[in-house]
């Protein structure tokens, strides 16, 4: 299954549109206008509800809890390492690795690749391709790759503000 992931530029919140192959809408996500941390709710293509993700504000690194129209509930935790980003997705011990800082990157469960995410360079704002490769809810995937998103781009802002208060 491949779905492809287009995130709105001109906005006051996060809103990302998500579409299958045929380039039809299938879920929506958007962020909450006023919230402590950042809090995004997925919607399917009727407008329901299928998925939420909030970030944990009392932490060292970077969490996420993720929590699924089923009830499953997820925790995507930054794991420490000297070259780059990586994470993982607890209870199913799934690994985000990769070159995240370039948007190209892998979930994996041991050996296996769940799937694979690389970023679209041919539209304005981000666009992610999401190859998934196993039978897993694609929320979920969805859900993991707009966390990192939402993780890597407020260290990209981090650093910028840190560049322009040096100077």
Known sequence: MRLYIKQKVITWRDKFSIYD???KE???VKGEWISLGNKLH????NGKEVGLIREKLLKILEKYEIELE?????ELKEKITLISSKYK?????WVIDGGILEHNYSIKDGRKTIADI????????DTYCIDI???VDP???????IAVDCIEAERKKKKEEEGKDSK
């Open 21 to 23: 192959e045929k380039k």
């Open 26 to 28: 299938v879920y929506k």
């Open 42 to 45: 997925i919607y399917d293509k």
């Open 70 to 74: 089923n009830g499953e509930n997820y």
């Open 89 to 93: 997705l607890e209870p199913v011990d």
């Open 118 to 125: 690389h970023e679209k360079w041919v539209s304005w704002g």
């Open 133 to 135: 490769k196993e039978k």
């Open 139 to 145: 929320v979920l995937i969805v859900a993991i790759v």
